[in-house]
């Protein structure tokens, strides 16, 4: 089973408002980084069910926590979207 977050987050393209307000909101200490734990949340609460302890889970959240701190930059992300579809 291979996730891909490109397009859970792009079930709808057009609402970046709606995607960058669903991790601010998961962002509990508001510094702009999900961790482990609100990542893992965040994809629960929107149907994507990987347990903390699935391969699939890990490989997903360390493809972005590449400091391996337990928290990524989510702003990064955006960046990566954004320029994948510009590209």
């Not at 949340?41 to 149907?47: D, F, R, V, W």
């Not at 391969?55 to 702003?75: G, I, T, V």
């Amino acid at each position: 089973k291979n996730i891909n977050l490109f397009r859970f987050l792009f079930q709808n393209p057009r609402d970046l408002k709606y995607l960058i307000r669903l991790f601010t909101n998961s962002d509990k200490s508001r510094k702009g980084f999900l961790t482990h734990d609100e990542f893992h949340s965040l994809l629960q609460n929107n149907g994507i069910q990987l347990s903390k302890s699935d391969e699939d889970f890990y490989q997903l959240f360390s493809k972005y926590d590449r400091q391996l701190r337990d928290q990524f930059n989510y702003f990064e992300l955006f960046r990566t979207i954004i320029q994948t579809i510009m590209s």
